[in-house]
Nanobody, 117 residues
Framework: QVQLVESGGGLVQPGGPLRLSCAAS????????MGWYRQAPGKQRELVAT???????NVANSVQGRFTISRDNAKNTVYLQMNSLKPEDTAVYYC???????????WGQGTQVTVSS
């Protein structure tokens, strides 16, 4: 029903910026939760930053003040602006969109972010 296309990942120097985007096709609404998760090698997938069903945001403490999530409802697109990147930010970043009546929602294919000098 919903397909997510992620882009913007790549290799970046520590301290540098990177912007991820996730465009959703299919039936989506502004009330759907939408945001970003990441999974580093050997670690569990974790929340990075999301818009909830109610329109508020959840942001991980580890990225607070460095990452900013934004949303363009007209384009069904969510963005993640990442600044002051650290090596520990290296992970595969996944987009997720979830209607209120679903527990897991829909996942993108993931985009690799590597922070290294």
């Amino acid at each position: 029903q919903v397909q997510l296309v992620e882009s913007g990942g790549g290799l970046v120097q520590p301290g540098g910026p990177l912007r991820l985007s996730c465009a959703a096709s299919g039936r989506t609404f502004s009330t759907y939760a939408m945001g970003w998760y990441r999974q580093a090698p050997g670690k569990q997938r974790e929340l990075v930053a999301t818009f909830t069903n109610g329109g508020s945001t959840n942001v991980a403490n580890s990225v607070q003040g460095r990452f900013t999530i934004s949303r363009d409802n007209a384009k069904n697109t969510v963005y993640l602006q990442m600044n002051s990147l650290k090596p520990e930010d290296t992970a595969v970043y996944y987009c997720n969109v979830r209607p209120p009546y679903m527990l897991s929602g829909y996942w993108g294919q993931g985009t690799q972010v590597t922070v290294s000098s």
